[in-house]
Structures are given as C-alpha cells and as structure tokens.
C-alpha cells in the first residue's frame, strides 16, 4: 500500500525574535529570520515516517515569494521527494479563504504533473504569524475531501485514516476517508535532522515552480488581495497587565489581615 | 591572619544610614549561603545589601572598610567554586539588582551594562539588534558582572575567545570605597599595567565591578548546528585537531556521550540526539556550530567540514538548521549540569583545561581513574578548547567515603592535567574550592604574587577573605 501525501509548508518570520512596533501596531520585521511554520515542520516529519512504513512519494508545496524555495530545499534534505513553489504577483495579499482556493487548484495540478493521486494532504495546524489554523480546513472544503484536524499520531488502512487528536485534556481517536486533510501540532516525534547525504541530494533538486500560468484554471478574481474578502481593520498590542501582588508583614496575622483586607477592596469575599 | 569584625547594631545603623536594601537576620534568603556546589561549605552572611547602584556600593564599602567587616560581592550566585559564598560571614554585596543595560554605542560596537545584567538578557537584547555578545557560558541567568570575575568561557569560546576578550572598559569600587575606572573604549592600548585584566577573573578580591562597557560584534549571517556521531570517545575526541588544520574555525566544539544525554534528555522530557545510526549505536557525539558570512559561504563550511568528519571515521553527520532543531540540541547541551544535578546525591565537579590534543588521551585515563575509586564519572566539555567538565559522582557512597575517594581523584587528575601543561580551571575559577591545587599547579611563587597584589587593592583583605589566593 501506497501513500502519496503532500505537504503545505509556511515559510514565516521567526516569532521568537519579532517585535511590534509601539506606535504603528506593525510587526517590525527587520533582520528578523525566516523560518519554516514549525508545525509543518511535524507535518513534514509526519509524512516521511508514513512514507517509510507504507511507502509512497511525499511533495512538499509553499505558496510565497521566491525565497521561499529555501524553506522548500530543507524539506527536500529530510524526507520530501519533490517540491513545489506557488508564486506569482497574482497570488500576493492572499487571505486564507483565497489562498485555500489557491492550494487547493495547485494540488490538483501537481497530481496531474506527478501522475498521482494524493491519500494524504498534511498542513501544520496553523502558521506561528496569522494563527488562523484556517488554510488546511479550507483546502479541505475547496478539494472536497474529509478533514482531521490537531492530528498527534496518522496511521493508515486500505481506505481510511485513524487520526489521534489533540483535544483538551486528552485524545480523541477518529476515523476519516481517504483522502483526506490532516493538520499537525507538536508531536512527539521531533522532526529528524538532515544528513551530509540527504542534503547534498536536496541540494541537486530542482523546486519547481507554479505560476498563474500553470495554474490556468484559478479564477484570478477569487486570488490575491482582491479576490480576498478578509479586511484588517485594526491591529493592537494586547496591554501586559501586571499580575501578583507581594504583601509584607512582620507576622502572619498581620499577613493574612492584609490578604483579606485586598479581597474584601475587591468584593472577593 | 586578619582579624574581621563582627557586625554590630552601631556598625548595621551606620550601613542603613547609607542604603535602603540592608537585609539582617530572617529577612535573609538562606541562598545567599550557598552557590551551585554546597559542597564547598555554606556560610550564612550576617547582613545583605541589595545594591541599586555604583554610589551605594561605594558607600556600603566604606562602612565595611571603616570597621574591618568581610565583604562578598554576589551576582546570580550560579558560581561553582564557592567564589560567592561568605565563608567569614559579614556583608554580601548583591549586585543583581543592578540590571539595567545602559545603551549601546554603535560606532565603537561596545554596550555598556550595570554588572547584574543577565547573560542572557544581553545575549536576547543583542540578537534583536542584528549584533552578538560572542561569550556564552552554559550557565545563561548568571550575571555579566560575574562573568567577568571568573572570565567565564563557555561554548563559543574555540572561535571568539572567552569574556576577558570583550571586556574594554569597567566601573570599580575598591574596598576602602572609592570608585575607580579601568581600561577604555578603544581596541588596543600599551599604557601600564593593565588594571583592566586583573579585575577579569579576581572573583571579588580585588574589587567589586558594578558597570562594564563590552565589546560586540555584527551576529553572523548564517549559522548550523551540527551532530556528529562517533562509535566511541577517543574517535571524537581525535578527530577535533583536524578541523583547525583543515582551516575550519567553528564556533564551537562540544563533546559529550551517550549516558549524559540519556540523562539530560530525561530531565527535559525529550528527545533530542540521535540514538542510532544505519542500525548502530552511537556512544558520542561532538556537537558543533559554525558560523558564516552567507549561505553560501557556511554551505561550502558543511560541505568541507562533513568530509573531514567522514576521513575520522565520523559515523554519520547530522545538521540541524531549523531554529527550533539547533536551540533543542544547545539547550540540551545547557542543561546538562542541571540534569546531572538532578540524578546525583552527591557529586563534585573538576573544570580542568588541557592542551587540545591532549584531550583524547586524558578522557580514558580520567575514566580508569574514577573506576578504580569506585566514583561514577560523567564528562563533557568543550572539545574545541581542551576545558572539560568531570563530574565525579555517587549515590550509594557515605559522605566522608565520597570525600575521601574525591580528594584521591583531584589529586591524581590534576596532577596529570599539569604533566600535559594545563591549569586547573577554565572558565569556573578557584574560588575557596580549588585553592590547593591552584597553588600545585602554579607554584608558591605565583600565588605568593597574586596574595601581595591583592595586597595592594585591599590591605585589610576584607573583600572575598579566603579565596583564589588568600590563604588562611
């Protein structure tokens, strides 16, 4: 049994080093290194250990601006077989709704040119700079085909997909048709590293690049900034609220005939 | 002998009357006894001034100097050789409070910093900016002012050098309370004695260091972290002194094997080391980083580095490049004191430097040693450099047999260290722990030298008594 699953990566500025401008409420990107969405890192781990068990091809796709290759070419040195770039001016200012649209006609124009059908289509859970969580369900929707989402652990049969699901507190366990959508968090299998040897054959792949061109069956209108109906009308900085309160005494009646004169100021008793 | 006075109710009036943070009695935090070896011996202070600034420091030291009282300065307290602890009891200067970085001076790449900034802090600051501050002990909440009185090392140390290389220029009191400044922000100087390098690595004997202007540099490009695997430790070990002469300058070179990343990676939750490789086991690792001026140029770095790694019968070469895979791997390597900490009832630690080309030899002669005491020993360090930490440990030992066996261990490692031409400490100082063997290891005639000078900065040695060369 084979499994031929493609994988949506994000290449995203690195949020850990990102700061928001005080005054225009703007991300300030400057020096700030890209990165690959660390959940797709998963997704992408995910899918070549399905792919060692149950064989298969696994493509990685990235709808971004040509630097984006680079992100694609890490993905080549640990486990993908293929790469694909989505870019064009066209696809720029996309919001999720448009860019699920956009993904969605890419995937089945690669399956055309790999001459395959995907079982799989993995995205991490949500990228760390919008954290919508809403491209993979969208993707879903457009290509009409069954959706896991939070996916811990994939394991496959003939013609379904059990999926271990990340829920509050716990795990559920669901089963969905194949084909299907999963989007990825954190598991516990750490993404494996490169080798000298698999990122000296990554490095001889080509990423292949899909434009507007290619993708002659996107409706233009529903693509970019204009086909995009989501609107920012205000960004904020979320206020710090500083937290805890150090009461000091000299003996604990005392102590504790602060505490309960501080609740009872606040109508807490 | 000095004699030291004993603080007294006039003398603890007199020290409120010039600071605001004075600490006595209950209202003292039992850490301030200790610092991350206990094992050193624990001494409580009798009083703790939470300094906010240069002014008070100076202030608090004249009334100490005035009456004679021991004086410990006291940054984060991650030391590990005793270097913060008042074994003679009185006053414990904590700079911590001191923690503000000061500003940066871009057209001479030097930031200037209160000397209880965080390691990290600065380290954090200074990536958003584009720059490095290149030390990097393991140890990330200790303070700079710290740092700089133990010349701390850390990983980077191989390619850029350890804290006395970034240190142009700081802000001093001196024990009788005057505030003096040492060195300036200019790249070179021939102008006497330098003052400056005394002060780095005196741990608090000579002087307490309240500000430091240090120097930085524009953060590399483009930066891997690599894994390599070796089948056993003299393997790893070997092939560390091809990579210079393969004119590879990696920022660092860790070495380390496989029972302290099993342990490591129990403390933290997680995997993060490669256990296996093409269905082998692997015992060591070298953990290595380089750095670049492009992506390019570090490509070409991996290219040339991972071929000499294959030509040293490296069992594989893994790279991580995501950011999430090299900070795992380096906060894996950070936490390895912690881990062992964690497992071990008792233990004490050896912080040798050796030649680098005599690592390989030193590390199996290290291990038949611990084995013929019945010690539990646990090494890792920094391969680039020769300093490696030996961790000598038991859970199943009394106290005075642990002991006795640890003294016979010292003794013979040290010994052997100084037959290759080391010393006894890299980059955690001497502190009141390591003394004696500084003492083999230099000759009385050097120590004699270091006591006459800290003679002269402090003639009533009330600051840090008993410690690197004050013997009692």
């Keep these: 049994m084979n499994m031929n699953i493609c994988v949506c990566i994000k290449q995203v500025p690195d949020t850990n080093r990102i700061k928001i401008d005080p005054v225009t409420n703007t991300l300030v990107r400057k020096g700030v290194p890209s990165i690959i969405n660390p959940f797709d890192t998963y997704a992408v781990e995910m899918a070549a250990k399905l792919k060692e068990e149950y064989g298969g091809k696994v493509v990685v796709i990235s709808m971004g601006p040509p630097q984006a290759s680079k992100a694609l070419k890490v993905c080549l040195s640990v486990g993908a077989d293929e790469a694909y770039l989505i870019s064009d001016r066209a696809f720029g200012g996309s919001d999720t709704l448009a860019t699920g649209y956009i993904l969605a006609g890419a995937i089945k124009k690669i399956e055309e040119l790999e001459d395959l059908k995907f079982d799989l289509i993995f995205c991490g859970k949500q990228a760390i700079d919008g954290d919508t969580a809403q491209v993979g369900p969208q993707i879903a929707e457009q290509l009409g085909l069954a959706q896991a989402t939070y996916a811990l652990d994939v394991s496959c049969t003939n013609d379904h997909t059990i999926v271990k699901r990340e829920v509050d507190g716990g795990y559920d366990t669901v089963l969905v048709q194949t084909p299907a959508v999963v989007t990825v968090v954190h598991t516990d299998q750490m993404p494996r590293y490169a080798t000298y040897s698999t990122r000296s054959e990554a490095k001889k792949k080509q990423v292949h690049v899909l434009s507007s061109a290619e993708l002659s069956e996107l409706d233009l209108a529903q693509c970019g900034l204009s086909g995009s109906p989501t609107r920012v009308v205000n960004t904020y900085t979320p206020s710090v609220q500083k937290l805890g309160i150090m009461i000091e005494g000299s003996s604990t009646t005392e102590l504790v005939d602060k505490l309960v004169g501080i609740l009872d100021d606040k109508r807490l008793l | ?472």
């Design chain 2, 1 to 472: 002998m000095e004699s030291y006075n004993t603080l007294n109710q006039e003398i603890i009036d007199e020290l409120r009357a010039v600071s605001d943070h004075v600490l006595v009695g209950s209202a003292i935090n039992p850490d301030y006894a200790k610092d991350e070896m206990p094992i050193y011996g624990t001494h409580m202070p009798d009083l703790v001034v939470q300094a906010h600034s240069t002014q008070e420091v100076s202030d608090v030291m004249k009334v100490c100097y005035k009456h004679s009282i021991p004086v410990t300065a006291r940054g984060a307290g991650t030391g590990l050789a005793g270097g913060a602890v008042p074994i003679f009891g009185g006053v414990i200067l904590d700079i911590s409070p001191m923690n503000h970085l000061l500003g940066y001076d871009l057209e001479n790449f030097v930031v200037n910093v209160e000397a209880g900034v965080l390691l990290k802090d600065l380290q954090d600051d200074c990536i958003t900016k584009g720059l490095m501050y290149p030390p990097d002990p393991g140890m990330k909440y200790a303070c700079l002012g710290g740092n700089v009185a133990t010349n701390a090392g850390g990983m980077r140390a191989v390619k850029y050098g350890t804290t006395r290389d970034y240190v142009r220029a700081m802000t001093v009191v001196l024990a009788n309370g005057e505030i003096t400044h040492f060195g300036a922000t200019v790249s070179k100087t021939s102008s006497g004695y330098s003052l400056l390098n005394l002060m780095i690595g005196s741990e608090g004997t000579l002087g307490i260091i309240t500000e430091l202007t240090l120097k930085i540099i524009p953060a590399p490009k483009a930066t891997a972290s690599i894994i390599v695997p070796f089948k056993d430790l003299k393997t790893a070990l070997s092939a560390v002194p091809k990579f210079k002469m393969a004119h590879l300058d990696p920022q660092a070179i860790e070495f380390m094997e496989t029972d302290i990343v099993d342990m490591t990676e129990r403390f933290i939750g997680r995997s993060v080391f490669p256990k296996q490789c093409n269905g082998e086991d692997i015992h060591s690792y070298l953990l290595i980083t380089l750095d670049g001026s492009s992506d390019e140029d570090l490509d070409e770095q991996i290219d040339q580095f991972s071929k000499v790694c294959f030509d040293n019968q490296a069992m594989e070469v893994f790279i991580a490049e995501t950011p999430s895979q090299i900070s795992n791997a380096w906060a894996a390597r950070s936490a390895f004191y912690e881990a062992i900490t964690d497992e071990i009832k008792m233990l004490d630690e050896c912080d040798v430097v050796i030649p680098v080309n005599k690592i390989a030899e030193f590390i199996p002669f290290v291990n038949e040693i611990g084995a013929e005491l019945g010690l539990d020993i646990t090494c890792y360090g920094h391969a680039g450099d020769g300093n490696i930490h030996i961790y000598q440990c038991s859970n199943t030992m009394s106290p005075e047999e642990f002991e006795e066996r640890n003294n016979k261990f010292f003794d013979v490692i040290y010994a052997k260290a100084v037959e290759y031409g080391g010393e006894v400490s890299g980059e955690h100082g001497i502190g009141n722990a390591k003394m004696k063997y500084l003492e083999e290891s230099i000759g009385k005639t050097n120590v004699d030298l270091m006591e006459g000078i800290k003679r002269v900065f402090d003639p009533k040695m009330i600051l840090n008594p008993g410690k690197v060369c004050h013997r009692l």
